[in-house]
């Protein structure tokens, strides 16, 4: 799987605990860290999201204070569905259910021990397009597309 990551400042902490176990997992065969510290929480996570519908990569992570922010600005990308979730309900459902593509957390709510064990659910998650959930991603995207 390849993954794109970026946090601004305020999460570059927790990113670089994140980086660190994405870039030791046999699951992830790239990942790339667009994260600047000058960056803005909105200007990285446009360019997480586009690198995602640009389909250079296939899924993301975004980490700010507190993941919300992130999900806000990434899901203005057409086409990008991003969650924050920091239980493992939350992040199963996200993927499975949502088809999310972005998973986003923050470094003020999460440590990084509970991250990691997250993004090993996240890894292993995908997402049925026959289940029930695929009338409602339709019904989503036909209204993204009258946007």
Same mark, same amino acid.
């Given at each position: 799987?390849? %993954?794109?990551?970026?946090?601004?400042?305020?999460?570059?902490?927790?990113?670089?605990? =994140?980086?660190?176990?994405?870039? @030791?997992?046999?699951?992830?065969?790239? !990942? =790339?860290?667009?994260?600047?510290?000058?960056?803005?929480?909105?200007?990285?996570?446009? @360019?997480?999201?586009? /690198?995602?519908? &640009?389909?250079?990569?296939?899924?993301?992570?975004? %980490?700010?204070?507190?993941?919300?922010?992130?999900?806000?600005?990434?899901?203005? !990308? $057409?086409? %990008?569905?991003?969650?924050?979730? *920091? @239980?493992? =309900?939350?992040?199963?459902?996200?993927?499975?259910?949502?088809?999310?593509? %972005?998973?986003?957390?923050?470094?003020?709510?999460? /440590?990084?021990?509970?991250?990691?064990?997250?993004?090993?659910?996240?890894?292993?998650? #995908? *997402?049925?397009?026959?289940?029930?959930?695929?009338?409602?991603?339709? &019904?989503? $995207?036909? #209204?993204? /597309?009258?946007?």
């Amino acid at each position: 799987m390849r %993954i794109v990551i970026g946090a601004p400042a305020n999460g570059a902490e927790l990113k670089q605990a =994140v980086l660190e176990k994405l870039q @030791q997992d046999p699951r992830v065969s790239e !990942v =790339v860290d667009l994260s600047r510290d000058e960056a803005t929480y909105p200007e990285v996570s446009f @360019q997480v999201a586009e /690198a995602i519908a &640009e389909g250079r990569f296939d899924r993301g992570i975004l %980490i700010c204070g507190t993941g919300i922010g992130t999900a806000i600005a990434a899901n203005k !990308v $057409a086409g %990008i569905r991003a969650a924050t979730a *920091h @239980q493992i =309900v939350g992040v199963r459902g996200a993927v499975e259910n949502y088809d999310a593509q %972005i998973l986003c957390f923050g470094q003020n709510v999460i /440590a990084p021990a509970a991250a990691s064990a997250l993004i090993d659910v996240w890894l292993d998650a #995908r *997402h049925d397009p026959a289940g029930s959930y695929a009338p409602k991603l339709v &019904e989503i $995207a036909e #209204r993204e /597309a009258r946007a």
